[in-house]
C-alpha cells in the first residue's frame, strides 16, 4: 500500500512517503513559516522528486489530532483536498500514537508521548512497544503532569518521553525521583513517518469522513463559554 502521510500538529512540518511499511522520502521542516504556506508545497516537491503523483497513491494519511488547533485544522484540510481532487480515501491517526512509533524499540518501557497543551496540562498517552507492535495503554487524554507522575509510581517501569511537552513530564520525573530517559533531539519530534506507521493496517475512509480530534475545546470557545458562565469539554 501506497500511502501520503501528514504531520502538522506541531511546530515542526513534515510529509512523508510509504511503501508497505518502506519509508521512500520524507520531507520535514521545523521554521517559523506557517504549515498553510508550506505544507502542501513540500508534498507536491516530494512527490514530484519521487516522479509519483497523488493519483498513484492508494491513501493519504494525517495526524488528526490532538495538537495545536491550527495545526490540526490544516493538516485536515490538506488531506482532504489531496484526496477530494485525485478520489482517494484518507486515514485519520492519532498525533500521539504516531509520535510513539518514534521511540518504538528504543528500551524496555512505557513510552510516553506528551504534547504541551497550556494551561498546566498534557495531551498525553501511554504505550508499550513488543513484538513489532504497539500496545496502546491509556487513551489519548488531555492531564495534568502530577496525574502521569502518579501513574509512574504504580507502574514502575522507565519512561521514554517523545514530543514537545516530553521535557516538561522528564523534569517533573526526576524531581518525584522516577526512571525516565528523553530519546535523542530528533526522535523527539513528530513526523509524518510515523503517521505512516500509525496508519498501516487501517482501513482508509472517504475524504468526507475524515474529522479532527482536538481533546479539548479552542481557547476562542472555552472564553466564549466562561462569558456565558458554562464550560464544556470534548
Known sequence: MRILAIESTARAASVALCEDGRLIGQYFQSSALTHSRTLLKMARDMLENLELTVSELDAVAVAAGPGSFTGVRIG????????????KPCVGV???????????????????????????????????YSGGELKRLTPDRAVPLELIAGEAKNLKKTYFFVGDGGKLCYNKFLEAGLPADLPPEPLMLQTAWGVAKAAEGRTPVPALDLTPNYLRLSQAERERLEKLGTTNEI
Open 76 to 87: 485536515v484540510a490538506a488531506a482532504k483536498g489531496l484526496c477530494w481532487g485525485a478520489d
Open 94 to 128: 492519532s498525533t500521539l500514537e504516531a509520535m510513539a512509533w518514534q521511540c518504538a524499540g528504543i528500551g524496555e518501557g512505557v513510552i510516553c508521548a506528551a504534547m504541551d497543551a497550556r494551561r498546566g496540562e498534557i495531551y498525553n498517552a501511554l504505550f508499550e
